[in-house]
């Protein structure tokens, strides 16, 4: 594992965006697993500004998303789809029919985890995994647990989870309870896993999660393992590290 520290967001986003844009330098047809939430907002932002400048190339690279909310519609301005398309995908010559995400209108459970494993399959694996990290350990939408889940899965979200991203419906009624995820044998078989975190907020669970024991109840202990785990991280996330 390593670790970098930051000296604040701005700091952690352009560390960040170094690492994405080498592995897309390195290898101009890789595939990412992209993340969403407010953290690595600041790193697609850099990413979109070296792009501009001509110094990034996305005709190459192909994309799969951590998440989506269960119910919600990739036009809706809270879905995921949304999101990435506004700060990324919108921005870079990236190939939208190479850009995935799981389908929050899909009803049928069973039939969309099985065409987004299906999916990863046939990818031939992400190469660079972006992870951002929920208050409670949360990665992607994999919330504490009784097992770690394998596969693409549909998860109740939990209370610290809904509280969390309430912020962004306008009311917390109107806030999917469901959400697809990737599971953890997914984000863990990624050939590098990036992990961002920021803010006093998330030093609890960044604690628990890179030292603490392995265990379901708190999702992403299981980075540990990963022979290939890169954390970024500013000061007040690692303040208590
Ligand atoms: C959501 C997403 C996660 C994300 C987490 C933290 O729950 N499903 O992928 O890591 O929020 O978001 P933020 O970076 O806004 O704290």
């Not at 594992?1 to 560390?15: H, P, Q």
């Not at 949304?82 to 049928?108: A, R």
């Not at 099985?114 to 990863?120: D, E």
Request: charged share 20%; hydrophobic share 35%.
């Amino acid at each position: 594992m390593k670790i970098y520290s930051a000296e604040n967001y701005e700091d952690l986003s352009r560390k960040a965006a170094n690492i994405v844009s080498a592995q897309i330098i390195m290898k101009p047809d890789c595939t990412l697993g992209l993340a969403t939430g407010s953290t690595p907002e600041g790193l697609y932002a850099q990413l979109v500004e070296w792009y501009k400048k001509g110094d990034l190339d996305f005709s190459g690279v192909r994309s799969i998303n951590l998440d989506e909310y269960k119910g919600l519609a990739g036009s809706h301005p809270q879905s995921y789809r949304y999101f990435m398309d506004s700060h990324l995908f919108d921005h870079v010559n990236i190939k939208k029919e190479n850009t995935h995400l799981p389908n929050g209108m899909e009803t049928d459970t069973h039939k969309e985890c099985l065409r987004y494993n299906a999916l990863l399959a046939e990818s031939g694996g992400i190469d660079l995994q972006l992870l951002g990290l929920g208050r409670n350990g949360h990665i992607g939408f994999n919330e504490p647990g009784e097992a770690f889940e394998k596969e693409t899965h549909c998860v109740a979200l939990t209370e610290s989870t809904l509280q969390a991203n309430a912020r962004y419906f306008e009311s917390p009624q109107t806030m999917p309870r469901h959400a697809y995820t990737l599971g953890i044998k997914a984000i863990m078989q990624a050939h590098c896993i990036l992990m961002v975190v920021s803010g006093p907020a998330k030093a609890e669970a960044l604690c628990k999660s890179l030292y603490g024991p392995i265990t379901p109840q708190v999702p992403a202990s299981i980075l540990q393992l990963h022979n290939h785990l890169i954390v970024v991280a500013d000061r007040a996330a690692l303040s208590i590290i």
